[in-house]
């Protein structure tokens, strides 16, 4: 069984897109993420600089851009099982 979360969350320092993506995976109840700033990562920001927040499933490779909706989240989660 994997340790790493399967589940990332692209995002940027004070952005409020990203905390309502933060309320959102909190409503779906995600119990696990990785939160990964693409502030001061120069290949991060070249591909999520105007997409974030973007929740990557990193086990199949699939992206939700914003906006999402918890609904949006309990679908990507239960496709992976």
């Known amino acids: 069984m994997a340790t790493d979360p399967a ?3 692209y995002q940027r320092d004070d952005c409020h897109l990203c905390d ?3 309320a959102v995976l909190a409503e779906a109840r995600v119990p696990a993420f990785e939160s990964v700033f693409i ?3 120069t290949a991060l920001e070249a591909g999520y600089g105007h997409r974030v927040p973007v929740l990557r499933d990193m086990r199949r490779g699939i992206e ?3 906006p999402f909706d ?3 989240v309990a679908a990507l989660r239960a496709s992976a099982g």
């Open 39 to 41: 502030d001061d990562d």
């Open 64 to 66: 939700l851009d914003w």
């Open 7 to 9: 589940l990332v969350l």
């Open 70 to 72: 918890a609904d949006a």
């Open 20 to 22: 309502l993506a933060l």
